[in-house]
Structures are given as structure tokens and as C-alpha cells.
């Protein structure tokens, strides 16, 4: 099949943007093993579009025309619009195709309108601008494009040669289906025909971006469809993906340090909740002035049975401890240091003390609620209750047992790869396998950053298999976790199905498939819906064991931090001085690196100094060895190659120095 794709996009056709989904779209066409014939891009005005159409239909130059852009509300998507006047048929069965299939996977692509027909003997079929969502609407009809090419060209026996296929498959004959198409066909259900029926053996499912899954490896994707995305701007995919986890109740107690409150914390109690004395010492009226005072009673912290709180008379004292009620009457305490026993009784009981200082009204007295009244502010929505231990006793000191806090995420890691044994395995390892430290690191990475998440580790590693990668996946998905871990199969590989699983098997949205950085560049991030329709994201990481750690960093935890409910999720970062210099990558580079802070001769200030850790090998585990920091590079330019010695750079701690 020859195939004309043609781009309508005001911003391309006036080079103000790059155009992504005519491209995707060629390469996908190649990809099945057909051909493009011509392209173009054109403004969104009903004259171009209906011009280049009519000129490819009418030259017989494709047998299918494809457009992308244009058919959705906006103001000046027109496509539709242009191109139904010009179809002599109209093919509303191939726009609900689309839909379905798009439908499937989002919920927005009811907003989509896409029309499609023929004219003279080409097929015309409106796609929506976004590279995904032509791909996706694209995927959809490449099962029974062939068949509806054969019956457009207008021949008298055009569609027997698929009929028949269909018919010797379904009465197990081995003949097959005609050559371009015979696997979209064997099991066809063909609808102008009433005389061949048989049930599809699975509902038409969209590629994406991924490529299809079951495509022999001489029709692999040789180059990723992704768009290569800048780490920023992946970062904030992230966070605006990333929900807040819904407030969950928690008793007031060592098990809540960590958590994010959810809500304003007040005073139930004032404290403190009585007039207390702040030392040791005695309870007296100010007014008397220094002398020698009967001790009337004697009060301690939390018991009165020594003597009965009675009302302080004028000319007598009582001894108070630290933490005691002060009797009623008595205005201020004078500390014992300030004070001579005068006389004692047979049994060692103070009967006269000499008060030798004069004191305040108020002195050495905490009033009812000094420290917090009933109903007082303590804590703010959205502070975190330290490890410190502060805040827990703060809100058990004023009678608060508990708060409404957001809870910390579940993280499953699932390590993928048919190559991997558990990390524990003994020495001598015989090849070709290799230890999964991809588990171990980043179970430690999140208990170190993280420490109040649940980790549950997958029931084994997935298999580089279809099966065994949807299974594990999707057992992950409506378990309890929030968030799933995985790593491995998300690069270029004939066995890297991660991303065509997610996608095409579990309808999972991927926000972007490709990073521009190094290490971690096919890192992916997607969001998917269980059964119940909550939302759970998914990091699918290199298999490469420092690439995950980076990939852990940089993009899990500022997406753990933001659903355990920190204002800011991003992880620190200081400005740090290069102890010596580091050639540029050609893309942005986290480099391992370990940061000293140091004061030396002449410095006016303590600085953060950065040394490498050694080569920055993706696969070099010992670059992590001692690392404490990532620095943000920048890729090489041509006017910057080698950032020098004393050079500042910033840099993300991952570790405490």
C-alpha cells in the first residue's frame, strides 16, 4: 500500500513548531512495510487541506491519504469540515473503530472527530494532531486497511482473495490470507458481507507509540517513536501526574513522625492546665516581702496528699517542687537557693524558712494555658512531624490523640530480565546470569529517603515475556501499592516489551518514554487505572543498576514526596564548588559525585566540594560507592566542553555528609 500524510497545523506550516505526528506516522507506515508516497503540511484553512487531498485522490498517487491535526473543538480545527464535501463515500464504520480503540485508553478522546471515506479509489482517513493519539487511531485500522484498499480499487473480483482466505480459515485449511494483511485476517469479520462472520480472537487494540507487540523482530522499531524529552519538563509530567494521597486518620505517637499533617492541629487542653511552678522552692505572696514565714503546706508535682491545696493566708508560705500546683492566694515562688531553714520539727519537716529575696508578682509562676490556651494554634496543615519528637509531644501535651495526616505510598519493585537470579545467590554466579541488585539498592535508596513507605517486593522477577510481564504487572497494579517500580525492558531490545505491555495490554498512559539525560535515557513514566479505577503511577527504569538509583532520585521521590503531601517535593540541592574538572556528555548528566563541606586558609565561608567517584558508567555500580550527590550537568555545546576546577555546579543530595 502507498500511503500520502498530510500534516495541518498552523504553527508547522509556519515553522513556529516541529511536526512530530507526520514523522511518527511515516515511521509507523514503514514499519508495517509499506510506503509514502508524498507529504505535506498546511495551515488549518479548508481550501489547503481539501487541495492536497483532491490531488492525491484524484492522481491516484495514494491508495490512502492520512491527515493528522484539526479535528478536534478548537476554533480553527477545520478538518472535517474540509474533507467531507470532497469523499463520494462516507466510512462511518472506520471513525468508530478509532474511537473504540481510543476510548479504551482515555476518556478525552470523545472529543475527538474524525472522519473518514473515499474518494475515486483512495481511502481518506482524519487523524487527531498529538503523535499518540494519531499512532493510537492509526493502530486501530491496520487489521482491515488492506481489505478496504482491495475493495476501493473497484476491481470485479476486488475483496475475493481475502473472502477466500477467510473462508479456508475457517475450515482449517492452511492457505493463507493474501500477503500483505494475512494475519489481520485470519480470523475477519467482514461487514458488507453477510456470508462471513466469525468472532475477532481479541478486540483491536492501538500500538501507541510502543510498536506492536507481536510483530516478528525483522518489523521491530528500530528507532524509538518517543519524543526525546528534556529532563525538566519530564520532571514536571511527574508532579502535575502525581495525586496527593487522600488524608487517612493516625494516632498521635512515635508511628506518625515522618507524615505530612492534613490539617490544622488546635489545643483541646491548655497547658498547662493549672498554676504550676516553674522551680523548687516556696509559694508566697509577693506582697510580704522577705522574713521568716511558718511553711503552711507542701505541694508536689501530680499529689497534694501530703497536705490539702488550701488558700495561701497572708504571712505564711508553702513548699512547692518543680512542676506543682501553686495554692491558691500564693502569687509568686522563691527559689530555694533564695531561702534558710529557720526550724525543723522531730521529723524533719521544715516548720520555719527565711525568705531572703524579694520577688515579683508572677515570679517563677506558669499560668493556666501560658504555654497553649484551648483552642490555640500549635501546628499548621502541612507540617511535617519531625523524628525529633517536637511536634508528637506538642499534640499529646495538649490533649490531642489524633490528626488527619497523609499517608506515606506502597511501592511494589518488580525487576525484570531473563538473565536475573535473586540478589542473594552465592558466589561462584555461572553465566549468564547476573545478581538482581536492582532490588536490594532500591529498596535501600527509599528506606533511606523514604523510611515510613511500604515496600512489597514483586513474588519473583518478570520473565521477558509478554505473559509473565502483563501477569506480574497487573498483579501489582490492584494490589494495595500506589506506586510500582520497575525495572529493566524499556529500551531498544527485540525483548524490551515493557512499554508495548503497559500501553497496548494494560491500557496504560505513558507520559513520556525517553529522557534526555545520562544515565537513565529510556526511562519512562505512565499512569494506569486498576479495576477501580484509582490511579496508579508506574517508573519504569534501566535495567542498568545506576541508572535505576539516578532514575530513583531524580524522578520517584519528588513523585513520593508530593503523594505523602510535601509542599515542596523536590529533593535538596546545594551549589557545590568542582574539585577538578569533568569533560561534558553530549546530554545533560547527573554525575556521582561526593561532597565535602571544607573551610580552608583565606575562604571567607565553609564550601561544598565535589569529587568524582570515578568512571560514570551506567553499569558501574562503584560510582554510587560513597555518592552523597548528583551533579546537574549540562551537555556539551560547542562553546563548553569541560567544566574546570572551581567551577560552581548545582548539585541534588541523595545522602547525608
Request: proline share 6%.
Amino acid at each position: 500500500m502507498k500511503f500520502a500524510i498530510l500534516t495541518v497545523s498552523d504553527r508547522v506550516s509556519r515553522g513556529e513548531a516541529v511536526d512530530r505526528s507526520g514523522p511518527a506516522l511515516a515511521n509507523r507506515v514503514a514499519e508495517l512495510g509499506f510506503s509514502v508516497a508524498a507529504t505535506a503540511c498546511v495551515e488549518d484553512a479548508a481550501p489547503a487541506i481539501q487541495a492536497h487531498v483532491t490531488r492525491w485522490a484524484d492522481a491516484n498517487v495514494a491508495d490512502v491519504v492520512l491527515t493528522t491535526g484539526g479535528t478536534g473543538f478548537g476554533v480553527r480545527d477545520v478538518t472535517p469540515e474540509a474533507v467531507t464535501p470532497i469523499l463520494d463515500k462516507l466510512a462511518p464504520g472506520l471513525s468508530t473503530a478509532m474511537l473504540v480503540a481510543s476510548l479504551a485508553i482515555t476518556p478525552m478522546a470523545a472529543l475527538s472527530r474524525p472522519v473518514c471515506g473515499v474518494r475515486k479509489n483512495t481511502i481518506v482517513v482524519t487523524l487527531p494532531g498529538s503523535p499518540k493519539g494519531a499512532l493510537e487511531n492509526f493502530n486501530a485500522l491496520i487489521k482491515v486497511l488492506p481489505h478496504a484498499v482491495e475493495l476501493a480499487s473497484g476491481g470485479l473480483n476486488a475483496g475475493e482473495a481475502t473472502h477466500k482466505a477467510m473462508a479456508d480459515a475457517t475450515n482449517g485449511s492452511t492457505a493463507t490470507a493474501h500477503a500483505s494483511h494475512s494475519k489481520a485476517h485470519s480470523n475477519h469479520v467482514c461487514h458488507h458481507r453477510s456470508d462471513h462472520v466469525t468472532a475477532p480472537d481479541q478486540p483491536i487494540s492501538a500500538f501507541g507509540l510502543s510498536g506492536d507487540l507481536n510483530a516478528p523482530v525483522s518489523n521491530r522499531v528500530r528507532k524509538s517513536l518517543y519524543p526525546l524529552v528534556p529532563y525538566d519538563q519530564a520532571l514536571a509530567s511527574v508532579i502535575e501526574h502525581t495525586p496527593v494521597l487522600s488524608p487517612t486518620k493516625h494516632n498521635v505517637s512515635e508511628a506518625l513522625a515522618g507524615h505530612i499533617l492534613a490539617e490544622d492541629v488546635k489545643a483541646l487542653d491548655p497547658v498547662p492546665g493549672y498554676r504550676a511552678s516553674v522551680v523548687d522552692g516556696y509559694a508566697v505572696i509577693s506582697t510580704d516581702g522577705p522574713g521568716v514565714y511558718p511553711v503552711a503546706q507542701v505541694q508536689y508535682a501530680g499529689s497534694n496528699k501530703e497536705s490539702k491545696a488550701t488558700r495561701l493566708q497572708p504571712g505564711t508560705i508553702a513548699r512547692v517542687t518543680t512542676g506543682a500546683m501553686v495554692p491558691e492566694g500564693a502569687d509568686a515562688v522563691v527559689m530555694v537557693e533564695d531561702t534558710e531553714l529557720v526550724e525543723s520539727d522531730s521529723n524533719g519537716e521544715e516548720v520555719q524558712v527565711r525568705i531572703i529575696v524579694s520577688v515579683r508578682c508572677k515570679e517563677n509562676i506558669r499560668e493556666i494555658g501560658q504555654d497553649a490556651a484551648v483552642g490555640e494554634l500549635i501546628i499548621e496543615k502541612g507540617s511535617s512531624v519531625s523524628a525529633a519528637g517536637g511536634e508528637v509531644g506538642l499534640m499529646a501535651s495538649v490533649g490531642v490523640t489524633e490528626v488527619m495526616a497523609y499517608p506515606h505510598p506502597i511501592i511494589t519493585i518488580l525487576s525484570t530480565g531473563n538473565e536475573l537470579v535473586h540478589f542473594s545467590t552465592p558466589a561462584p554466579l555461572a553465566p549468564p546470569f547476573v545478581r538482581d541488585t536492582n532490588l536490594p539498592s532500591l529498596s535501600t535508596a527509599i528506606k533511606s529517603t523514604m523510611p515510613y513507605c511500604t515496600i512489597i517486593a514483586a513474588p519473583s522477577v518478570a520473565k521477558d515475556t509478554q505473559d509473565s510481564l502483563y501477569t506480574l504487572l497487573k498483579s501489582a497494579i490492584e494490589s494495595t501499592a500506589n506506586v510500582i517500580i520497575t525495572t529493566g525492558g524499556v529500551s531498544m531490545g527485540e525483548a524490551d516489551m515493557m512499554k508495548g505491555v503497559l500501553e497496548q495490554r494494560l491500557g496504560a498512559q505513558i507520559w513520556f518514554g525517553r529522557v534526555l539525560m545520562k544515565p537513565g535515557k529510556p526511562t519512562t513514566f505512565a499512569t494506569v487505572k486498576d479495576a477501580n479505577g484509582k490511579t496508579k503511577l508506574v517508573f519504569s527504569l534501566p535495567g542498568n543498576p545506576v541508572s535505576a538509583l539516578v532514575g530513583y532520585y531524580v524522578f520517584v521521590l519528588p513523585a513520593l514526596r508530593k503523594m505523602a503531601g510535601y509542599a515542596s517535593p523536590h529533593i535538596s540541592s546545594v551549589l557545590a564548588t568542582l574539585a577538578h574538572s569533568i569533560q561534558l556528555d553530549s546530554r545533560p548528566e547527573f554525575y556521582r559525585v561526593r561532597i565535602n563541606a571544607e573551610t580552608k586558609a583565606g575562604m571567607p565561608s565553609t564550601r561544598f566540594i565535589a569529587y568524582g567517584t570515578g568512571s560514570q558508567m551506567s553499569s558501574r555500580m562503584l560510582s554510587m560507592r560513597g555518592a552523597n550527590a548528583l551533579l546537574k550537568l549540562p551537555g556539551a555545546s560547542d562553546k563548553v566542553k569541560e567544566l574546570k576546577e572551581g567551577d560552581v555546579v548545582e548539585a541534588y543530595i541523595i545522602a547525608d555528609f
